[in-house]
């Protein structure tokens, strides 16, 4: 067993017997241990250095998963599970002493299907790759978020990756017809059913799903697609106050219902500072205290885009609403979308910064952001504190600039403390290690108990991700 | 300890003191033991008859849930879990020994929120409690099945029940916010939690939902609710071919997206037998091989009436249908609906017989009745055999008449055995006793072994369900 505390160098001669175990398992290629090669497996999106991994094992198929793992389990070997490295909470950067588990060569789409609506895909598929493919045949895989470009399938299916269409179609649980895992000792279960309904047994793929690679190893997952609508709607709004925003998103959803499929509301605070931080073009002369960006999906465009129009006219001549702007080509679409997406550029312009993915009741939402505002004044010191978030779902995302990194563990205080009793600790990105201290915020002592019972039964010699959520 | 195996007489004077410990916990009424008011227990909607329960314990809050099962896990003492009792593969109905808990008077709504889109209800609500409560309000729960009237809302989440609005709102699982359950030992872990997003550790509402009692007792849920649609619009169309079926489906879908709610089809077979069992009036004057029965949410009535009318002309004058009716009043909708929901009713007046709730990949469903049907042409000898289903979510239903009981577990080998490889032996009336002998067709060895080890971790002493599903 090696060193778990020896950091990068594999300096025990029985890790370098276990590793040349494992290369001799993959292959050319398969195992990579040069100092400079593993640099790129030591952070995440949030750019914060870990320790690189020991190797990186590089598998390309089900099967050398399983070899690997149970290799690692038979040596009590702990491993970090890695798939795009765009996560945001620590869970997939490396401990000292850890082996990485990239699932970066298994890709590749391997099925779909129009008339049934799925697609089975490899784990390491990027999720761009994955909606590409569903566009190409005119279906839709519905998950969407700013890291397409570089997260993965199995990532997000690990962390139940949510985005900006969950009002529509539910975060990537609900998008995951069956899956394939490995557990820590190299058992294959798989189960890549593509109907909606079977019922024979316990659902195992929910083991996997959103429980951040703690317990298995996704490497293959059976998708739902939806058929692409003719045309999608895109719209920003600019509001007077919280509860004109509650009460738009009300009116959008009874008068559009599932066409609805996004909803993404930004604080004044958010919209200036994203606008001057990415010298972003100002889309409304006047200033306003909140915006709406919304997504229709037109069925029947010609006479949809009307009936949107219409209500959004209504709004505004009610005085619901203080401006409004409907993109009239893709290219404006994209610019009204961009504003709200390039939320991570402006992050990473502010550093050092700390960003909260949380969610509470709609009720709570506008005092909770007004009072932590107010209680983390003297921290900020004039200092941008930006909220924005997916509204329909709850979801508030909060950015905070700092005066130095060692801010960020008073910032969660004040943040993570004020949501005792109503709120979560995690939207949508996950624990990971940055959230675990605070996670009896939200679950109890009981759950919390629950979850390390399973973790200790499924991984007894703890060697996927040790140390993450729990 | 109970002799287990001592049918409904309490005969131990160590069961005695048992129950007396449970009356006192429960209070008056929470405790029955008078075999006269034991019948009702005995049975579920297959009518089969098991054994009486010992007794029927009758808990009215989770605590008192709570208590009963910490007293009969220190005592070992095996239990079966009751909502509605129309489950069909009998898994709520005792075995030799058991005691009862039922849900029946741990019932009642305790919050609805239009603004958020959820309600908290009692496990031994019914559904249709629920489903008026929701539209008393302007909101729906999408959940909706022929028992309505009777299952509960803790036997629809332990069964993950479907029903007729699969394609558009998924199962239970994606209704179910939140939850509240009890493990085997009295523990109570609540997470009524109501947004839609929280990813703050492991999901554990997913170990109760569709595991059929055999992890725990939910005792509460947060249920995600969405705006009724102002006007709904049924249709009945008759078709030539299955292929005509498929294609109208789709045709449907990529046309009425999330707005259409129910596509239900059923097979010559069916369509005859359930108008002449139950007089029924006939709504075409021709006979025709295939029926679809539609449903679509109208959100804009006047306009969206006329575009389904169009597509559904369209469709005629191409000749890929045959006749179609629109209803023209909720009471024409009822008797259309009627064809599809009488079937329990059907299947009741032809006993002896013997039905079947499977699913499969869409292009294997015709073939696989149509050899089925050469297949069990001796054991049925003229009897009927009825095919119907939800086919956008692939699931299929058959159900038998036999000329004796004895030649159920035939049909089981036939209908089962053929979908090795490719189908779920059950896609949503759960497993229960009845299949749970066929489990592994659709279930690798290693997976049954994983939800046996978590069965064991999670109810070391199987006193919950013992038996049933795995």
């Known amino acids: 067993m090696p060193d778990r505390n020896s950091g990068s160098a594999i300096d025990a001669a029985g890790a370098g017997l276990l590793l040349t175990g494992i290369e001799r398992l993959l292959g050319d290629g398969g195992l990579l241990t040069d100092p400079g090669l593993l640099d790129r497996y030591s952070r995440d999106w949030t750019g914060k250095s870990a320790c690189r991994p ?93 890291a397409r470009g570089t997260c993965t399938i199995g990532g997000n299916v690990a962390t139940n990756a949510g985005g900006n269409r969950v009002i529509r179609y539910g975060m990537t649980r609900s998008l995951v017809l069956g899956l394939e895992a490995v557990l820590a000792d190299g058992t294959v279960l798989t189960s890549l059913g593509t109907v909606m309904k079977d019922n024979a047994g316990y659902d195992l793929k929910q083991l996997f799903i959103g429980t951040e690679g703690t317990l298995g190893v996704v490497t293959r997952a059976a998708l739902r697609l939806h058929p692409e609508p003719p045309e999608r709607l895109t719209a920003l709004v600019a509001l007077a106050s919280f509860g004109d925003l509650v009460a738009l998103l009300a009116t959008l959803r009874r008068i559009l219902g599932p066409t609805l499929c996004a909803f993404e509301a930004m604080w004044d605070s958010y919209f200036e500072c994203v606008l001057v931080t990415n010298q972003l073009a100002r889309p409304f002369s006047a200033r306003h205290a909140f915006y709406a960006l919304i997504e229709v999906e037109l069925l029947d465009p010609a006479h949809e885009r009307d009936r949107v129009e219409n209500v959004l006219f209504q709004v505004l001549e009610r005085g619901w609403a203080r401006d409004a702007i409907i993109a009239a080509s893709l290219e404006e679409s994209a610019r009204l979308w961009q504003i709200r997406e390039s939320a991570g550029e402006m992050l990473g312009k502010l550093a050092p910064t700390v960003a909260h993915d949380i969610s509470m009741p709609l009720d709570r939402m506008e005092s909770f952001v007004e009072e932590l505002r107010v209680r983390c004044d003297s921290l900020l010191a004039g200092r941008p504190f930006c909220a924005f978030g997916h509204l329909g779902d709850g979801n508030l995302h909060l950015f905070t600039a700092l005066r130095s990194p060692d801010d960020a563990e008073a910032m969660d205080a004040l943040v993570y403390g004020a949501l005792a009793g109503f709120g979560s600790v995690s939207a949508e990105h996950g624990v990971g290690m940055s959230k675990k201290k605070w996670l009896g915020v939200t679950r109890t002592a009981a759950e919390i108990a629950v979850m390390r019972s399973m973790k200790q039964h499924l991984d007894p010699r703890g060697i996927l991700n040790p140390g993450r959520v729990i």
Request: glycine share 12%; with cysteine.
């Open 54 to 146: 020991v190797a990186v094992a590089r598998p390309r198929s089900t099967a050398e998963v399983a070899a690997v793992l149970a290799h690692c389990h038979a040596e009590h070997w702990p491993v970090v599970i890695q798939g795009g490295l765009t996560g945001l909470v620590g869970g997939s950067t490396p401990h000292p002493g850890e082996l990485a588990l990239s699932l970066e060569r298994l890709s590749g789409v391997e099925e779909l299907d129009v008339s049934s609506g799925h697609m089975i895909v490899r784990a390491g598929t990027t999720l761009a790759v994955v909606q590409d493919a569903a566009l190409g045949q005119g279906m839709s895989f519905a998950l969407d978020l700013p």
